[in-house]
């Protein structure tokens, strides 16, 4: 059974400052792997898809890696803003029928 | 990408009656997907909404409780039927394009008392 985990649970960490978000799952079989971000009371943003045949994803400041084989992807954000605090969420889908597992996210704060 | 209109984006309700949620996509699926989000936690599938067919329930829900219509290829509703309190959660509803990116409506913040 496919069990998605992310790392940390919680982050906070001045304006600024570079940091990675990490999400791991035990079954490497996966068709593909997504990260999102959602900010309090709202819906989900699709930030960066990973195809299995990839290794990374950028937009912008964020860049998101995937390792098949050891189970685990990060999220790179580069020179985080208070814009950025928000919750992201890591999901693998498992096969082709298109249903997602989720982690539980990390709780991001920049503060100014 | 993937337009998605989701209503109501909150409501409160009574105990023991029913909300009815509706998304709107701005071009045909084949599956939309119903997701709920109690308070801290992440996201558990509710249901798939097959056009033409019965939604398919995830082990743990059931459709007396969630009926689900997909009248069509842009459309679908969730009914959270008899709420209680422990209904209060986050609905979402979403859809799958091209190369399998998922797209979210805004979600529908429901509070029951």
């Known amino acids: 059974k496919q069990e998605v985990t992310q790392i940390p649970a919680a982050l906070s960490v001045p304006e600024g400052e570079n940091l990675v978000l990490n999400c791991s799952f035990t079954?490497?079989?996966?068709?593909?792997l997504q990260w999102f971000r959602q900010d309090p009371g709202k819906g989900l943003t699709s930030l960066l898809l990973?195809?299995?045949s990839q290794r990374e994803q950028t937009s912008g400041r964020l860049n998101a890696s995937l390792d098949k084989s050891s189970g685990r992807s990060t999220l790179y954000i580069a020179a985080s803003q208070p814009g950025d605090s928000a919750t992201y969420l890591c999901?693998?889908?498992?096969?082709?029928?298109?249903?997602?597992?989720w982690g539980l996210g990390t709780s991001l704060a920049v503060n100014p | 990408s993937a337009v998605i209109s989701q209503k109501p984006s909150r409501d409160i309700c009574q105990r023991g009656t029913s909300l009815t949620i509706q998304c709107q996509v701005d071009?045909?699926?084949?599956?939309m997907f119903w997701y709920r989000q109690q308070p801290g936690q992440s996201l558990t599938l509710i249901a798939t909404?097959?056009?033409?067919?019965?939604?398919?329930?995830e082990s743990g829900f059931v459709i007396d409780k969630f009926p689900i219509s997909r009248p069509n290829l842009t459309f679908s509703t969730l009914t959270v039927s008899n709420m209680s309190p422990e209904d209060s959660s986050i609905y979402l509803c979403?859809?799958?394009?091209?190369?399998?990116?998922?797209?979210f409506g805004q979600g529908t913040r429901l509070t029951v008392v």
């Open positions: 979403s859809v799958v394009r091209t190369q399998g990116s998922t797209f």
């Open positions: 071009s045909q699926v084949t599956m």
């Open positions: 909404a097959n056009q033409g067919s019965e939604a398919t329930y």
């Open positions: 079954d490497s079989a996966i068709y593909n």
């Open positions: 990973i195809q299995s």
């Open positions: 999901a693998v889908n498992a096969g082709n029928n298109r249903k997602l597992i």
